[in-house]
């Protein structure tokens, strides 16, 4: 991938389904909140489609794989976007809330 050039993103099983849980969770309570989730989670894989290196190296990773975790505030906390850089393709592992026990 050269200097300038977007990543493909690509979201796993898990990830998708990470997505949907999470917005489950969150809906219910506060409709309003869980459309702003949506928003603030696709703006942020969308720029790590630009800047894939934006996340830290995930400490746990095996020492062939570029696999990384991105930050993304909401409110108070923070959603946790573990993916891997593999060519020109960002592929998502998983999404969590920084406050739940992975």
Do not use: C
């Not at 062939?64 to 960002?90: C, L, N, P, W």
Request: negative net charge.
């Amino acid at each position: 991938m050269s200097e300038g050039e977007a990543a493909s993103l690509i979201l796993t099983e898990e990830a998708v389904l990470d997505l949907d849980r999470l917005d489950l969770f969150l809906r219910p309570v506060n409709p309003a909140a869980a459309d702003r989730f949506q928003d603030v989670i696709w703006l942020a894989l969308q720029r790590l489609m630009e800047h894939p290196r934006t996340g830290r190296p995930w400490p746990l990773k095996p020492e062939d794989q570029d696999i990384r975790e991105h930050f993304v505030t909401f409110g108070k906390r923070a959603y946790v976007v573990r993916y891997r850089i593999s060519g020109a393709e960002i592929v998502v592992a998983r999404i969590h809330h920084s406050r739940e026990d992975r």
